[in-house]
């Protein structure tokens, strides 16, 4: 199955700074990746979904220009929270999968971001 | 967004014992999935049952499904403490763009 790595595992940012994350599909042409955020003991929320070569879908209520995502190939897509704040503090994580035939999706091992 | 609820929303047993979890969904499936999260870390998928079967086994996992009820149960026969995570049903939205994850369920496995 497809591998994905994500990194960094864990950042500590200062508020007003900006912090990118990275997505890597290591054996899989992935014109789809999705973001996800999971706060403490809750389940996972789709922030967007990272199409190659073009602009990332947002679901209702996440902030494009706040969370950019870059999907320039098939195999990275990033996303760079802008402007951090504490509330911005939570776990990230990105997946891979087929949109063709709703097959279940592989996750990076998430980003702890803790905005101090 | 979730459309899926889960309970018990935290579960604690003994090892050796049996564990089960239930997903219930609100629209209609071609499968539904389940997951698993140790504390920390990403997800990995541990079994999906498409809409027309009932019922789906791998290793210690059971997996059954209602479609009439749209009611899913994961079963984890004989735990064990390696057992303790997060347990995660999940669905592909109509559109087939999206997987959304129920609330989840947390199980811990006391050795």
């Known amino acids: 199955g497809a591998v994905v790595s994500q990194h960094p595992s864990r950042v500590i940012c200062k508020s007003g700074t900006s912090v990118k994350i990275e997505c890597r599909s290591l054996?899989?042409?992935?014109?789809?990746m999705f973001w996800y955020r999971q706060f403490p003991k809750q389940s996972l929320m789709l922030m967007a979904t990272?199409?190659?070569?073009?602009?990332?879908?947002?679901e209702q209520g996440v902030e494009k220009d706040k969370f950019l995502i870059n999907h320039a190939s098939l195999t990275l897509s990033t996303l760079t929270v802008t402007s951090a704040h504490p509330e911005d503090s939570s776990f990230y994580i990105c997946?891979?999968?087929?949109?063709?035939?709703?097959?279940?999706?592989?996750f990076g091992n998430g980003t702890r971001l803790t905005v101090t | 967004s979730q459309q899926g609820e889960e309970d018990p929303q935290a579960l604690s047993i003994q090892e050796g014992e049996n564990a089960t979890m239930n997903c219930s969904y609100k629209?209609?499936?071609?499968?539904l999935q389940w997951y698993r999260q140790n504390s920390g870390r990403g997800l990995v998928h541990l079994i999906l049952?498409?809409?027309?079967?009932r019922e789906k086994h791998s290793g210690r996992l059971r997996v059954t499904l209602d479609t009439s009820k749209k009611s899913s149960s994961l079963l984890i026969t004989a735990s064990r403490a390696a057992d303790t995570a997060s347990y995660f049903c999940?669905?592909?939205?109509?559109?087939?763009?999206?997987?959304?994850f129920g609330g989840g369920t947390r199980l811990m496995v006391k050795p």
């Open positions: 997946s891979v999968g087929h949109l063709t035939d709703n097959s279940p999706l592989h």
């Open positions: 054996d899989f042409q992935a014109t789809t």
């Open positions: 990272s199409n190659e070569g073009s602009k990332a879908t947002y």
């Open positions: 629209t209609s499936i071609n499968n």
């Open positions: 049952i498409r809409s027309n079967e």
């Open positions: 999940a669905r592909w939205g109509n559109a087939g763009n999206m997987l959304t």
